[in-house]
């Protein structure tokens, strides 16, 4: 175990030196893109420039959609019956190692359920066992709670790209049909393939923990932070104005209205679940956790903070996809690939690829949009059905999170951290990691 603390620790080290901080990286990748666009697809400069302010704010409805459920995972993570249980579940961690054990396995079931859910709870707990001065090594620790970003959370029930292709009237519906998530998602493959991640990291990521001497603590000028947050537990009203300000009432009656439609909508209607309707649901169980209007409303204030680097960054990365889907380099690569394969690899290309994509437009359901027609046609035409390629795609799209800055901002911002202090952990993990699911994507799927 020794070789594997000191492998993490030296990339570590290069890291800190190398990597600079998540925004010029994209500023960078934004550079490498130009190039690609020039050399691989023949664009000439102008049309790459079109190409990429014609796509700078292409994806604002998704990048409003991604901000949601940041600020809503927050400000249901802090909650007051959800920071008891964040408590309680710290309260698991008595040393070093375990501090890691309880950090992964609480980032990865966070995800499977709800991505936003596993950013900011993921994020709050790193504080609750920082607290705890267990001596786990700080940066390790974080680069725990970051797990489920790149994991599970693809797999799991907030999965952009087969909750898409589950929902009536998706951009390809005439083209593949319906496919529902007992095909993807509740796939036996899947949900297997997923406790195993879950099983490995368990014991490995532990074992990356540098020996005392090496470990880097949390500064304690940021405990002292950590223990001065502002409690959402407001005190008694002082008079009527002041009553409807901290009044429990009006947020009941408001999370029961919303429980009503989501009864309707859900029974009646026989809607499916999508990234819509999951932030509606936890704005209003956001709105019934919290004990007031007041509560509810500070709690946003300050998840808002959280969301600054997407609303930044997120218009950069659109810019990226605009030079991507416009001047075909996604389709020249994606058809590279293709002409590679066979009906038994084409999986497994398709989650190298997905990944590879990911890094350069880390979103999901959009990226999907650029990637699905040519990937499915191909899939129709070597016999592959399509839920496995949902599938594969799922696996590679969240597969580079582990290494790639923007879905790790809320979480930096919160841990008070650079993201080359984790990457040297993430870039071991991740290769542990794409191993396994290669190998599952290859013989068992």
């Known amino acids: 175990m020794k070789i594997l603390s000191r492998t993490a620790a030296g990339l570590i080290n290069v890291s800190e030196r190398l990597i600079p901080s998540a925004f010029v990286i994209a500023l960078i990748l934004t550079l490498f893109t130009f190039v690609l666009s020039l050399g691989v697809a023949q664009t000439s400069l102008a049309d790459a420039i079109k190409f990429w302010g014609n796509g700078f704010w292409k994806l604002l409805p998704f990048a409003m959609q991604m901000c949601l459920i940041i600020l809503t995972g927050y400000i249901v993570a802090s909650s007051a019956p959800v920071a008891a249980l964040l408590e ?3 309260g698991l961690a008595k040393g070093p190692k375990s501090s890691i054990l309880v950090m992964t396995l609480a980032s990865l079931v966070f995800a499977f ?3 936003g859910l596993s950013m900011v709870g ?4 790193v504080r609750q066992i920082a607290r705890r001065k267990t001596g786990v090594d700080y940066p390790l620790l974080v680069a725990a709670a970051y797990l489920g970003m790149g994991c599970t959370w693809h797999a799991g029930l907030s999965a952009s790209a087969p909750l898409l292709v589950a929902t009536p009237g998706h951009f390809l519906e005439s083209k593949i049909g319906l496919i529902p998530t007992g095909e993807t998602i509740f796939s036996s493959f899947n949900l297997i393939l997923a406790g195993l991640v879950t099983l490995v990291l368990a014991f490995f990521v532990p074992a990356l923990h540098p020996a005392s001497e090496k470990s880097r603590p949390v500064n304690p000028q940021l405990l002292e932070e950590f223990a001065g947050r502002e409690s959402y537990r407001l005190a008694k009203p002082a008079n009527w104005l002041d009553w409807w300000e901290k009044t429990p009432l009006l947020n009941l009656l408001f999370a029961m209205t919303a429980l009503t439609w989501l009864w309707l909508r859900f029974v009646s209607d026989k809607a499916g679940l999508n990234i819509d309707l999951l932030n509606f649901i936890f704005l209003f169980l956001g709105l019934a956790l919290h004990s007031s209007p007041q509560s509810f409303w500070r709690a946003a204030e300050e998840g ?7 609303i930044i960054q997120f218009p950069f990365y659109a810019g990226m996809y605009g030079i991507i889907k416009e001047s075909g380099l996604a389709e020249i690569v994606g ?3 293709v002409s590679l394969s066979s009906a038994k690899t084409y999986p497994l290309l398709v989650y190298w690829y997905s990944g590879l994509v990911n890094y350069f437009v880390p979103s999901g359901g959009s990226k999907w949009a650029i990637e699905a027609p040519y990937l499915l046609e191909a899939a129709q035409g070597l016999g592959v059905p399509t839920a496995k390629v949902v599938t594969s795609y799922a696996w590679g799209d969240m597969a580079t999170d582990l290494i790639q800055p923007f879905w790790a901002i809320p979480l930096l911002t919160v841990a008070k951290v650079e993201f080359k202090e ?3 952990y993430e870039l071991l993990i991740f290769f542990v990691y794409i191993l396994i699911v290669s190998v599952a994507f290859l013989f068992f799927i």
């Open 88 to 90: 309680k579940t710290a």
């Open 113 to 115: 359920f709800h991505w």
């Open 122 to 125: 993921s994020a709050l707990l």
């Open 304 to 310: 808002g903070k959280l969301v600054f680097g997407v």
């Open 335 to 337: 058809n590279w690939f």
């Open 422 to 424: 984790i990457l040297g």
